[in-house]
C-alpha cells in the first residue's frame, strides 16, 4: 500500500499555533521533509516529536523529490512543512506535491497558520475577493511594472516584502496606486507583532526602523482617489487650463491634483485612460 503525502501547515511564529492533527501527523510520519532542519527541530523538540528529518528546500528540492516519491511509493508516509506557515506559498514543495500526484500519490492538506490569511484577517479592509501575489521583485524597475499590472484591480492584494526593502517597495507603491488603505503586518503571532493601518502615506511615515518579514494588505478597490477620481470631470478641467489657461501639462497636472486632493500620478493615469476609452 502506498503513503500519504501530508502538507502541514506549521506555526508562523507562535509555536502554540498548531492543530492537534498537525501533531499527529509529524508524530507518525516515517520522514519529515522540511525547508529547514534547524527550525523544525525547535519545533518539533517544543512537542516532543522524535520523527528523522530531511531538508527540501529551493536549492535541493529537484535532486531530493525522486527519493522522496520512491518512499512513498513503498508505503512511507511524508510529511512536508516548511519553515513557517503553509508549505508551497512562497515556499518550496510545490515539485514534491505535482511528482507525487503524477505518480498516483494521495496528497492530503493538513490546514493551520498562514501568514495571508492572518494579516487580511486582522486587516480591516475587504477580504471577500483578494488576490496573493507573493514576494515583488527585487530591482526597482520590475517591481515598478509588477505594481502597475494590479493598479487597476478591484480587490485587494496580499504580498510579502523583507524589512530593508519595506520603505522603498511601499513608496513605489503610492506612486502607482496613490494614497490607498493599507495595513503593513510584521513578527505576526510573535512578542513584537505589529500591524500599522491606514492610508500608504501615513503608513510610511510610521514605519519606523522595519524588523522582521512584513505582509501587506492593499485595498484597490474603491479606495478614496478613485471615488474622488469618478466624481471630478479631470477631462473638461485639464482641457481648460491647457486651452484657455494656457498651463503646460505638468503643471495642468499638479494643480489638479492640489486642487482635488489627489496624486499628481493618479490625475495623469486618469487622463491616459480617458484617452484610450471609446468616445
Not at 527540501?56 to 513557517?84: I, M, P, Q, Y
Not at 493601518?197 to 514605519?207: F, H, N, Q, T, Y
Not at 505582509?215 to 478597490?221: A, D, F
Amino acid at each position: 500500500m502506498r503513503g500519504t503525502l501530508f502538507v502541514v501547515a506549521t506555526p508562523i511564529g507562535n509555536l502554540e499555533d498548531i492543530t492537534v492533527r498537525a501533531l499527529r501527523v509529524l508524530r507518525d510520519a516515517a520522514v519529515i521533509a522540511a525547508e529547514d532542519t534547524r527550525r523544525t527541530a525547535q519545533l518539533l523538540a517544543r512537542h516532543a516529536i522524535a520523527t528523522p528529518t530531511t531538508s527540501l528546500h529551493e536549492h535541493n528540492e529537484a535532486a531530493k523529490t525522486a527519493s522522496l516519491v520512491a518512499r512513498l511509493e513503498r508505503g512511507d508516509h511524508v510529511a512536508l512543512v516548511s519553515d513557517a506557515g503553509t508549505p508551497t506559498v512562497s515556499d518550496p514543495g510545490e515539485r514534491l506535491i505535482r511528482a507525487a500526484i503524477q505518480a498516483g500519490i494521495r496528497v492530503e492538506p493538513i490546514p493551520g497558520p498562514s501568514a495571508v490569511l492572518a494579516a487580511l484577517a486582522a486587516s480591516g479592509l475587504p477580504s471577500e475577493s483578494f488576490t496573493f501575489l507573493g514576494f515583488p521583485p527585487t530591482r526597482s524597475k520590475d517591481r515598478k511594472l509588477w505594481f502597475a499590472r494590479f493598479r487597476g484591480s478591484e480587490r485587494t492584494v496580499v504580498f510579502f516584502e523583507a524589512p530593508h526593502r519595506i520603505a522603498e517597495t511601499l513608496r513605489e507603491l503610492s506612486q502607482i496606486a496613490g494614497n490607498c488603505q493599507v495595513a503593513a503586518a510584521r513578527e505576526l503571532t510573535k512578542a513584537h507583532e505589529e500591524i500599522i493601518r491606514g492610508p500608504l502615506d501615513s503608513v510610511i511615515e510610521r514605519l519606523g526602523n522595519p524588523r522582521g518579514e512584513f505582509t501587506v494588505v492593499v485595498e484597490l478597490g474603491e479606495t478614496t482617489e478613485t471615488k474622488a477620481l469618478a466624481s471630478v470631470d479631470l477631462v473638461h478641467e485639464f482641457g481648460e487650463m491647457t486651452v484657455i489657461t494656457g498651463l503646460s501639462r505638468r503643471k495642468a497636472i499638479a494643480t489638479l491634483a492640489r486642487r482635488h486632493g489627489l496624486a499628481a500620478n493618479s490625475v495623469y493615469q486618469a487622463l491616459e485612460d480617458a484617452k484610450k476609452s471609446p468616445k
